[in-house]
């Protein structure tokens, strides 16, 4: 099983950016569909964004013209790019690939 990692999170104002990016243990990344998931407290995991291995990209409603799915499979990387950051934005992000999940990273977004 792949081991994927996450980096990036942190804590901003509302109305910040962040970007994140997720890295496999191995390079798989550029034949595969690779997800965002978020879980907030006290809530169920749901999905903020995918991408096809062929960079086709799928957004949740509520992350709609904020967040921007992206990869660069020649750094086997996905990033989430993150603007206009809201308070109810605040959750642990992960990234997922297949029955992989990373170990998750914090983004606080305080008002």
């Known amino acids: 099983q792949v081991q994927l990692v996450e980096s990036g999170g942190g804590s901003v104002q509302a109305g910040g950016s962040l970007r994140l990016s997720c890295a496999p243990s191995?390079?798989?990344?550029?034949?595969?569909?690779v997800g965002w998931y978020r879980q907030a407290p006290g809530k169920q995991r749901e999905m903020v964004a995918l991408?096809?291995?062929?960079?086709?990209?799928t957004y949740a409603n509520f992350v709609k013209g904020r967040f921007t799915i992206s990869r660069d499979n020649a750094k086997n990387t996905v990033y989430l790019q993150m603007y206009g950051l809201k308070p109810e934005d605040t959750a642990v992000y992960y990234c997922?690939?297949?029955?992989?999940w990373g170990q998750g990273t914090q983004v606080t977004v305080s008002s």
């Open positions: 991408i096809t291995y062929d960079s086709i990209p």
């Open positions: 191995r390079s798989i990344f550029s034949r595969n569909n």
């Open positions: 997922v690939q297949g029955s992989s």
